[in-house]
């Protein structure tokens, strides 16, 4: 069955240092979402792509990049992180001109 | 800033009973979806009205649509222990090229 997998599940580092969360989908989607969640203020979206080579900022996009070198798969990158990027990050993914998106599990982030 | 906004932002119901929750919006939209969101796990599609459509259809699940006030609401009937979770309605902006927007979430209670 097709699914969207993130790792790690859950991860603790330090101000300042770089993260990358993985998100792996086998749905074959173009369309590829991140988003954080937290208290008080639902899902905000970070960066989102239409296809592979395409990326773009979202509401919250500061302090966050992404690439997309192929369809299966949108890496997002913390350059620096600080405590204020403490969160739980999900990323999903729709196909092309459909607009029901599938959900991976979430990464919980600790930044310290 | 957030396009949906839930109402209320708790609700706790015995089971058996019927729970409605309520959102509003903005902006005028494609479509408007609801998704679960299980406690420690990613959100789930329930479903998705389109702009023309007023009311629609899924099991124990009823939404209705009113564009002209801005607002949808999403019934679950003959409630479960196995509904408690948090329900967030999700707008699909004109424009928005399948971008959805989150609002904050219902956090529903169903006692067995």
């Known amino acids: 069955d097709a699914e969207i997998t993130q790792s790690p599940r859950h991860k603790i580092t330090e101000t300042g240092r770089q993260v990358t969360l993985a998100c792996h989908q086998t749905?074959?989607?173009?369309?590829m979402f991140w988003y954080r969640q937290d208290l008080g203020h639902g899902l905000r979206l970070i960066h989102y792509?239409?296809?592979?080579?395409?990326?773009n900022k979202g509401e919250v996009s500061d302090g966050y990049s992404v690439s997309r070198s192929n369809t299966e798969d949108l890496p997002l990158t913390l350059e620096s992180a600080a405590s204020s990027q403490t969160s739980v990050y999900f990323c999903a993914s729709s196909a092309s001109g459909a607009h029901e998106q599938f959900f991976g599990p979430g990464t919980r982030l600790t930044v310290l | 800033s957030q396009q949906g906004e839930e109402d209320p932002q708790a609700l706790s119901i015995q089971e058996g009973e019927n729970a409605t929750m309520n959102c509003s919006y903005k902006t005028s939209i494609n479509n408007l979806q609801w998704y679960r969101q299980n406690s420690g796990r990613g959100l789930v599609h329930l479903i998705l009205?389109?702009?023309?459509?007023r009311e629609k259809h899924s099991g124990r699940l009823r939404v209705t649509l009113d564009t002209s006030k801005k607002s949808s609401s999403l019934l679950i009937t003959a409630s479960r222990a196995a509904d408690t979770a948090s329900y967030f309605c999700?707008?699909?902006?004109?424009?928005?090229?399948?971008?959805?927007?989150f609002g904050k979430g219902i956090t529903l209670s169903v006692r067995p």
């Open positions: 009205i389109r702009s023309n459509e």
């Open positions: 792509s239409y296809g592979v080579q395409d990326t």
């Open positions: 749905w074959n989607h173009n369309n």
């Open positions: 999700a707008t699909d902006a004109t424009g928005a090229n399948s971008k959805l927007t």
